[in-house]
């Protein structure tokens, strides 16, 4: 079964479920994590001489170990379905639909920013916990 954080904007605040308890989310932490992955990941990768982008491999744990932290928060939702030592499905869903027309300027940022994280780069600290399938 897999492991789903649920996302969820309502009342122009979020808030995130592993299925069994949800939590409050800060609009300024969001909006930190969201910028760093903006100018880390996506713009600020260093160049090399023909212009292509490329990844520091130090730089990528580090930012996937601030976006695995955050994740799992002070109640170790990810730690706990981690450590059981089986592969695990991660899911995440970003609900929200029509009443983002709505929205103030911060709060719509941050509902489309969730969608653009790296989640790729989740990391527990000891590596990289997206493996590929194979």
Not at 84 to 98: E, K, M
Request: negative net charge; charged residues 20%.
């Amino acid at each position: 079964m897999p492991l789903t954080f649920t996302f969820d904007l309502s009342q122009q605040h979020f808030q995130l479920s592993n299925g069994t308890q949800t939590r409050r989310l800060s609009s300024p932490d969001l909006l930190n994590l969201i910028e760093q992955c903006e100018h880390r990941y996506y713009s600020g990768r260093p160049r090399d001489w023909y212009g292509r982008s490329q990844d520091v491999p130090a730089e990528l744990a580090e930012l996937g170990g601030n976006l695995y932290r955050w994740l799992d928060g002070n109640e170790g939702w990810l730690r706990q379905a981690l450590a059981t030592g089986l592969p695990q499905t991660i899911a995440f869903q970003l609900n929200y639909s029509l009443e983002l027309q709505g929205l103030n300027r911060e709060t719509e940022r941050i509902a489309l920013g969730l969608a653009h994280l790296p989640w790729e780069l989740l990391h527990d600290g000891s590596g990289f916990c997206c493996k590929p399938n194979g």
